[in-house]
């Protein structure tokens, strides 16, 4: 399979813990993206890498959450201290540079009890 | 800021009935414009985009048409079917940009 894939797929964690997913893009894109998805809702951008590059992070990114992308390829999303309004579908996509077709994994859900 | 507005579903509708799910947009530039669906239980797939004013997107019978000056990018099938069941989301890419906006999404069911 050669889309984006996401680990794990469903996650479940009491308040207070720390939580890190994975995001494998598709092999040749360079662009990679964080959205987070809450029930009813559209999904809202997070960050973006450029290869290894953090190039941007929207407001919705508190402190608490980190994201990496150490060698331009994988990228992991980490939640430091998680409270139940972290509960939501965390998703990731990728593209190609100069290409704004983005191309979604099948996301990781978050459940925070 | 940019952003997306799309009717309010759910959408109920009969096997082979006409679908329209209106979507309108506020963007600075000139943005690519996007459907993606989501099937149960699934990911978002990309369905149709449009890349410049007047372009037609279209796919599995779905199309949508950029219109620059009523900013929609209203999406239509002329006969759904049962497995067209999902939540489709209009979306918008800004010139340069990195990031893709969404709308709320729109839940369709159709009935056999």
């Known amino acids: 399979d050669t889309g984006v894939s996401q680990n794990p797929r469903h996650k479940i964690t009491k308040r207070g813990q720390n939580v890190t997913f994975r995001c494998d893009p598709i092999?040749?894109?360079?662009?990679l993206y964080w959205y987070r998805q809450t029930l009813g809702q559209g999904p809202e951008f997070l960050t973006y890498f450029q290869n290894e590059a953090q190039l941007e992070k929207s407001r919705l990114l508190s402190d608490r959450f980190s994201a990496e992308r150490p060698k331009g390829s994988f990228s992991t999303l980490e939640i430091q201290r998680t409270e139940q309004g972290d509960s939501a579908m965390y998703l990731c996509?990728?593209?190609?540079?100069?290409?704004?077709?983005?191309?979604f994994g099948p996301g990781t859900r978050l459940t925070v009890l | 800021g940019d952003s997306v507005t799309q009717m309010e579903g759910p959408v109920t509708l009969s096997e082979e009935a006409f679908l329209t799910i209106n979507c309108t947009y506020t963007?600075?530039?000139?943005?690519?414009l996007f459907w993606y669906v989501q099937y149960p239980g699934e990911g978002l797939q990309l369905l149709l985009k449009?890349?410049?004013?007047?372009d037609k997107g279209s796919n599995k019978g779905f199309e949508a048409t950029y219109r620059k000056e009523t900013t929609s990018f209203h999406l239509e099938k002329g006969s759904v079917q049962v497995s067209d069941s999902a939540v489709y989301f209009c979306a918008l890419s800004s010139t340069g940009g990195f990031k893709t906006i969404f709308g709320a999404g729109t839940r369709l069911f159709v009935k056999a």
């Open positions: 963007a600075t530039g000139y943005p690519s």
């Open positions: 092999s040749e894109h360079n662009r």
């Open positions: 449009a890349t410049k004013a007047d």
């Open positions: 996509a990728s593209s190609l540079p100069g290409y704004n077709e983005q191309f």
